[in-house]
């Protein structure tokens, strides 16, 4: 057993507003610089849509991550023969119409133009050429399905779903959409790294960052291609890719990273999973219905004695191994099994997992009799007069699944690998929460309904609980453990921090010696 | 005459080695960041696979030739030997060297007529292209009007340039050769002179190490099996990571 320390996401989408807080707050720390202006290390996506870059899902077209064929796992488009033989030429490479021409507007002409009968306009100029263009795509064009001909309906994800299907998600009456807010996921198995020619790309051992060396990049881009996420970018003005750090900067100072730092939703979770690096290879391995049980297999319980000897063995600091033990990730991952991790048959083992979202599909409205759930309420809240329940509570809850608005398979090609009971699975947990609360707080529902639903879901109470205050509750401390990166042990790489008496004095490194 | 010669053909070859090897370790050494193959496939992507691909295999091929036929003339000459094996040799050379020079035209045409290339490119970008331009031409020209260039490489211009590396340098044949030679070879020599101020500077980084590092690559600040060791303590020197 190989234990080390990961630090990994939970998104939780059913939270998620689409603001796109995240994107600007990133955007204003790491990517608004020349060559770096179309880049979004974290952006949000209107699901279905096609996403950033258009279509980055469809590997068909751009080739990337894993592929599995006669019991061998390779990468897709790139690898040692691929990346050599088409380093003068990357045949699926994204080009930068891929993403979006980067443009601003002549501003300052609605100020300098001179008198006339017209308006003065601001015409928008490419940050590339600087020439004017007309935008034919930009930074997330299809927001809340907009243009859904031709963005919405080319959704990958809609492959295996038959026409009447994809026919009734498009509905106008029944249409419905989640966001989706994706950054680099660090993965265990990275694509990128193994694709980099120049081996500029590596993972940190204490904390799994995934960092491109940019004094090593010799710009091969076969990174770009690898990543089946597309969340490595081409910087075409240095010359070099870059992609998401996780704010390592503030990470090590104990700070959330910036997107999730600012998010309005507080949809986002962030703590340390410890997992066994030595089953990483089998786990890769596994067919693609058994993919994701082999990947939260690898994650280790960090109150399991005998983990915790390894991780130590490991070198795994002690500060790390409490923060895994109050790790909210682990949590929602393993505990309550609640995330997925998105696309696991791209097999990068991503370690940033989602909660799927639990669309409002699954109730139905009747009529009963409020007064004593009126009379149950707070005083000050709005007084239930209506005789009207929107019931979530029926004995058929789990018949109305195979009515949802959002069809399964769709949700199961994003976050389970095409496996529906594995979504079921979770949304049956969201809902059996909600009623337990309801319970709680309302008290229109009886215990032994409660009980039963949270049996089917696989819940107990206390966890019912635990996933409420997690998700509704939780304060910033909860939200993001964050273990303490030992500045202390860094330093020590610049100077020695144990100088005694007789020593030259800091700032040495190697023995100082008088020259010749 | 012999002015022009031994500036051309002497001083020209020292100078240029020296700028060389300076220029590039410099480089290499404190201007890390700047060496890229500042790839522009992503801003252009469908004209590069004509220009890109023709010219790099076409110049890998044609340079490999030359190197071989300076490291080992006896081969190349025995080689030679039978007239079928040279016709095969110098047309197969033939063939690459056309494909350089097609890909070059393919990528000069491509840089200045994309409007977006404009920012990425650079006064370097447009002296490597001319040099570059004449020195295939040159190559082309001799190969067809002085055959058959394979053997009198390596009687004539292998002798020359091991003088030359060898500090000994002796040019009274090369200097009898016909100007089309003497301006290919100096302009190697040019070639090599700008080489660290250039994009060229990428093929020095060419990855080969990829072909035999493992996939994956993770690091530790410290070497992590012993950070925690209790018989390694608190001591001089933490275990750094190898």
Partial sequence: MDVRSQISMVFHLDKCIGCHTCSIACKNIWTDRKGAEYMWWNNVETKPGTGYPTKWEDQEVYRGGWKKSNGKVNLLGTGKRRGLTNIFYNPNLPVIDDYYEPFTYKYLDLIESPEGDDQPTARPVSLITGKPIDIKMGPNWDDDLSGTPDFG????????????????????????????????????????????????????????????????????RMCVTACPYKKSYYNWYTGKSEKCI??????????????????????????????DADRIESAVHKDDEDLIDGHLDIILDP???????????????DSTIHSAQYSP????????????????????????????????????????????????????????????????????????????????????????AGNEEMIKDKWKKLMAVRIHRRRVTVGDISQEKTDEVLREAGLTAEMADGIFYLTALAKFEDRFVIPPAHREQAIEMLDFTGDTKGEVGFGFKSKVKRGL | MDYLNNFFLIALPYLALAIFLIGTIFRYTSRKFQFSSLSSQFLEGRKLFYGSVPF????????????????????????????????????????????MLVGLINLVIRRYTTARLSPVTNKMDLIVYVLLIIQTVAGLWIAYNFRWGSSWFSTLLTPYLYSIFTFNPDITAVSLLPWPVKLHIAGAFVILSIFPFTRLVHMLVLPLNYLWRPYQQVTWYWNRKKVRSSSTPWSLQRPENT
């Fill in chain 1, 303 to 317: 109150f399991d004695e005998k983990v915790i000897q390894a991780a130590k063995m490991s070198g795994v600091a």
């Fill in chain 1, 246 to 275: 996780l704010c390592f900067p503030r990470i090590e100072a104990g700070l959330a990273p910036a997107c999730m730092h600012s998010c309005v939703g507080r949809i986002r979770y962030l703590g340390v999973l410890l997992y």
């Fill in chain 2, 56 to 99: 790099h295999w076409g110049v890998i091929f044609v340079f490999f030739g030359h190197l071989i036929a300076f490291l080992f003339p006896g081969s190349v000459l025995a080689w030679n030997s039978q007239p079928l094996r040279l016709m095969i040799l110098e047309i197969t050379a033939f063939i690459f060297g056309i494909s």
């Fill in chain 1, 329 to 416: 990730v682990y949590k929602y991952v393993k505990q309550w099994k609640l995330a997925l991790p998105l696309h696991a048959e791209f097999r990068t083992l991503p370690m940033l997992f989602y909660v799927p979202p639990l669309l409002p599909v699954m109730a139905t409205v009747k009529q009963v009799d409020n007064t004593e759930g009126g009379k149950m309420m707070n005083p000050i809240a709005k007084y239930w007069d209506d005789n009207w329940l929107y019931d979530t509570s029926t004995t058929e809850l789990w018949g109305t699944l195979d009515q949802v608005r959002f069809p399964l398979k769709y949700l199961a090609n994003l976050l389970s």
């Fill in chain 1, 153 to 220: 309906r080319n959704d990958p994800n809609l492959k295996n779903l038959s026409a009447e299907e994809q026919e009734v998600m498009f509905q106008l009456e029944r249409m419905a959409f989640f966001y989706l807010p994706r950054i680099c996921n660090h993965c265990l198995n990275p694509a990128c790294v193994a694709s980099c020619p120049s081996g500029a790309i590596y993972k940190r051992g204490e904390d799994g960052v995934v960092l491109i060396n940019q004094e090593v990049c010799r710009a091969w």
